[in-house]
């Protein structure tokens, strides 16, 4: 079935790096894809999310791009804060899956002072 | 901004009980979820919902699990008899579009 394989964690950075977690994604149609944060301590929310090929979901300085061709959907973000730290699920959804979303293992990501 | 709300935010409980966690979804979405996550893991889909049934469920929702949506604006997860397997957080979702979910803020449920 559909899934996604993100980069394993933990992930930490100094405070202005630049950041990049890598997903990728398996699946037999054209999903949906998404990055959500988990804060520590609260639920999940949706950060960014691209609905196909070629497009780029961006907020709050991330950016993701919805390549078909090499089935991923890297997150980037060109200088972090302490503030971002956090954890990050790359996910999916389709209609042909009735919509669950399928969500990677999730990224830990340490911003340093 | 409307959101997706959850009680309650945390749920203690004897292995064998009965557990009800609520969700409040979006008030115009039609599309309902629960989702799990075991402490450290990756999130889980169990069970989407729509028009007063289930379309779709994983293997984890098993028969000790059941949705509800009793009136206009809750739905429920109810598990019958808890298992300490079962602690984890509980994430209620919604959406209006298919492909766009909202996530409440969970409700972490510990099992002793």
């Known amino acids: 079935g559909d899934s996604v394989t993100q980069m394993e964690g933990p992930v930490t950075l100094s405070e202005e790096a630049f950041l990049t977690i890598n997903c990728t994604y398996t699946?037999?149609?054209?999903?949906?894809l998404f990055w959500y944060v988990q804060y520590p301590g609260e639920g999940l929310q949706l950060l960014l999310k691209a609905t196909k090929a070629d497009d780029k979901g961006s907020n709050k300085g991330f950016e993701a791009t919805y390549r078909k061709e090499t089935t991923s959907f890297h997150l980037e973000k060109g200088s972090v804060q302490v503030s971002d730290s956090a954890v990050y699920f790359c996910a999916l959804s389709a209609p042909y899956n009735n919509n669950d979303m399928r969500f990677g293992a999730g990224t830990r990501l340490t911003v340093k002072p | 901004e409307p959101e997706v709300t959850q009680t309650p935010s945390h749920q203690v409980t004897q292995m064998g009980q009965e557990v009800i966690l609520r969700c409040v979804p979006i008030?115009?979405?039609?599309?309902f979820y629960w989702y799990r996550q075991i402490l450290g893991q990756k999130v889980e889909f169990l069970v989407s919902f729509y028009n007063n049934e289930i379309s779709e469920k994983s293997e984890i929702f098993d028969d000790q699990f059941s949705v509800e949506r009793p009136d206009g604006s809750n739905f429920t997860l109810k598990i019958r008899s808890t298992k300490l397997e079962d602690s984890a957080m509980y994430f209620c979702?919604?959406?209006?579009?298919?492909?766009?979910?909202?996530f409440g803020p969970g409700t972490r449920l510990t099992v002793t």
């Open positions: 979702a919604s959406s209006v579009l298919k492909y766009e979910q909202y």
């Open positions: 008030s115009n979405h039609l599309y």
């Open positions: 699946a037999t149609g054209y999903p949906s």
